[in-house]
């Protein structure tokens, strides 16, 4: 008999894991400090975000919903740097789990994802936001746009 080995997810092709020293295009610090907190519930994307961002060595904490981010968001013993979450979900939009999470984060950056360019206009301006579809490297770059300034100089 065969055994079938178990297929593990792979980051996107051209995106292959990275050490933190040659992270291709992040600042040097991004990867040791910085913690991503993804909140979306469709799950491939939600995996496939997760991959991207791990491909890049960022510590990546993910959830389905809103409700769940903040449960994590409790638990969690380092600072969230970054949250990354639909503009529409069940249960809890994005926006209000920025806010929320927000009063618990210092500091915290906010990038919200949507498939609808209305919800741009409704965003505060002081959140980033990313049109899906959208490629891997988009995200990458709103990502790096967001934190380089907080990870020192590339290196």
Do not use: N, W
Not at 39 to 53: C, G, H, K, N, S
Not at 77 to 95: E, F, H, Q
């Amino acid at each position: 008999m065969h055994k079938r080995a178990s297929a593990k997810p792979m980051p996107p092709p051209g995106l292959a894991p990275t050490t933190a020293s040659t992270a291709a295009g992040l600042p040097g610090g991004l990867a040791r400090g910085g913690t991503v907190l993804v909140v979306e519930d469709d799950q491939a994307l939600r995996e496939l975000l997760r991959l991207t961002l791990e491909s890049r060595d960022l510590h990546v904490l993910v959830a389905a919903d809103g409700a769940e981010a903040l449960r994590i968001a409790e638990r969690q013993p380092l600072p969230i740097s970054l949250l990354v979450s639909d503009v529409t979900m069940p249960g809890m939009a994005g926006p209000e789990l920025a806010r929320r999470l927000a009063a618990r984060c210092d500091g915290l950056k906010v990038l919200l994802l949507s498939g609808y360019s209305r919800d741009a206009a409704r965003l505060d301006p002081r959140i980033a936001f990313l049109q899906k579809p959208f490629h891997p490297r988009a995200l990458l770059a709103a990502v790096r746009a967001m934190l380089g300034a907080d990870a020192g100089p590339t290196g």
